[in-house]
């Protein structure tokens, strides 16, 4: 049974430069949400999709955006890069009929900005 | 939006040791969850809580949905405990969860 998948591991981009990052969801799951990790922070909530549309949205700004695929795998796209992008972004998916059920996250992609 | 506050912020322990880890919400919590972040950057879940006690192996949590409050309890700690530890929950049925800074626990040998 595999897990979320994240890719690239590692990325280095430089200010103004443009990313996209990957995740393929756990096997049965159809909801995808992804989570910025600053260093030594907790994970924040950057958007949720399902059904290929986003249904949630946290405090970031619209440099963020992303995107769902009908076989359920996301991206995530900033654009015009800042220093204070570089974190880890993570991908959680999860089973939307099942609202209480916990999320299964990817081992993340460590965003480097310079 | 809601605020989750962990403590302590860091925390050592020899080998076998014992250790609880608190989290407070400031607002009710449905989905309650905590993590383990190895030093890897992995990030797994070890317990959905909303209320009541589970236990899984040497690891424990207790929510007090009234009281709005949870404590992870790991019993006979070993070095691969190591990381840090999330609590995680949102206002609602919903999937945006609110992480609080976490616990990072080290287990010496």
């Known amino acids: 049974d595999a897990g979320v998948t994240q890719s690239p591991t590692h990325l280095i981009k430089t200010r103004g430069q443009q990313v996209t990052l990957r995740c393929s969801p756990k096997?049965?799951?159809?909801?995808v949400s992804w989570y910025q990790q600053a260093l030594g922070q907790g994970p924040q909530f950057i958007f949720q999709?399902?059904?290929?549309?986003?249904?949630q949205r946290g405090n970031f700004p619209d440099r963020f955006s992303g995107h769902q695929y009908p076989n359920y795998s996301s991206e995530l796209n900033v654009n015009a890069l800042l220093l204070g992008d570089s974190a880890l972004y993570l991908c959680?998916?999860?089973?939307?009929?099942?609202?209480?059920?916990?999320?299964?996250f990817g081992n993340g992609t460590r965003l480097t900005v310079t | 939006g809601i605020q989750v506050e962990q403590s302590p912020p860091d925390l050592i322990l020899q080998e076998g040791a014992n250790s609880t880890l608190r989290c407070n919400f400031s607002?009710?919590?449905?989905?309650l969850q905590w993590f383990h972040q190895n030093p890897w950057g992995q990030l797994i879940n070890l317990f959905y809580?909303?209320?009541g006690t589970k236990q899984n192996g040497r690891l424990s949590a207790t929510t007090v949905a009234t009281e709005r409050y949870s404590l992870l309890y790991i019993s006979s700690s070993q070095t691969t405990d190591s990381g840090v530890y999330f609590c995680?929950?949102?206002?609602?049925?919903?999937?945006?969860?609110?992480f609080g800074k976490g616990t990072l626990l080290t287990v010496n040998p």
């Open positions: 096997s049965g799951h159809d909801t």
């Open positions: 995680a929950g949102p206002p609602g049925s919903n999937y945006k969860l609110t």
């Open positions: 959680a998916s999860s089973l939307r009929s099942r609202i209480n059920s916990p999320l299964h």
């Open positions: 809580i909303p209320s």
């Open positions: 607002d009710s919590v449905n989905n």
């Open positions: 999709y399902y059904e290929e549309e986003e249904r």
